[in-house]
């Protein structure tokens, strides 16, 4: 990866549900060493209220901050983030149209528009417990479902930094602005999250180009360096 003109651009990335700004480290610090700026942000984990908008409010603030410092933005959304991530992007353009000049590039990871978070626990087959009472849900086995393209011995630290979900308010995409941005799908192959089959539904509402990775559903944590080169890959493509 050259380093070459990157200093312009904002690679913010957004973690998922259950994860955290220590899950985001590895490749924030790629990342870095590429050359670019980056933000992260894990929504899910970070704010006390829970609401998808909430989480949206963090990720346009986020945005917002770097356009104002002139830099040209890479958004990364992993998993549960990307539907108020598009939501962000979807304020922003609609606020300001010249703000999608700015933004470069959208990339989605293992990533869902569609489906309903709420509906998470019973697509997985028991992974996912949930407590109502308690109006959160954990993970069974957090290394076989996020980390098992990593050997075993190398997943324990971010099994512990694991939190668990607290349920979130719905939020609907209010237009469909999102998909003036180009980008990619990173459809992860080993994914035991996300299926494959859920993943292909998801890919084709993005509206993105899919670009195929041989891991599991966080490839951010288990192989930074190829996620990274990727991301790069984008970024590149969106400069023409």
Known sequence: MSKADNSGTTVILVAGAFHTGFHTAPAARSIEQAGYNVVSCAPFTELTIASMA??????????????????????????????????????????NGTARESIKSLVMVAAFLTTNPADLPSLMNGDIETDPAKGVSTVKDPAYLFYNDMEPAATQPFVDAIQPLVH??????????????????????????????????????????????????????????????TIDNVIAGSRG
């Open 54 to 95: 909430n989480a949206a409010d963090m990720i346009e603030s986020a945005i917002n901050d770097e356009l104002q410092k002139g830099q040209q933005i890479c958004l990364v959304l992993h998993s549960m983030a990307a539907r108020p991530g598009c939501e962000a992007l979807i304020r922003i353009i609609s606020k």
């Open 168 to 229: 979130y308010a719905p939020l609907e995409l209010s237009s469909e602005l999102y998909k003036t941005i180009p980008g990619a799908y990173l459809f992860c192959e080993k994914d035991n999250i996300v299926p494959p089959s859920l993943q292909t539904i998801e890919a084709d509402a993005s509206g993105l180009s899919v670009v195929r990775l041989d891991t599991g559903h966080c490839p951010f944590v288990s192989q930074p360096e190829l996620f990274v080169q």
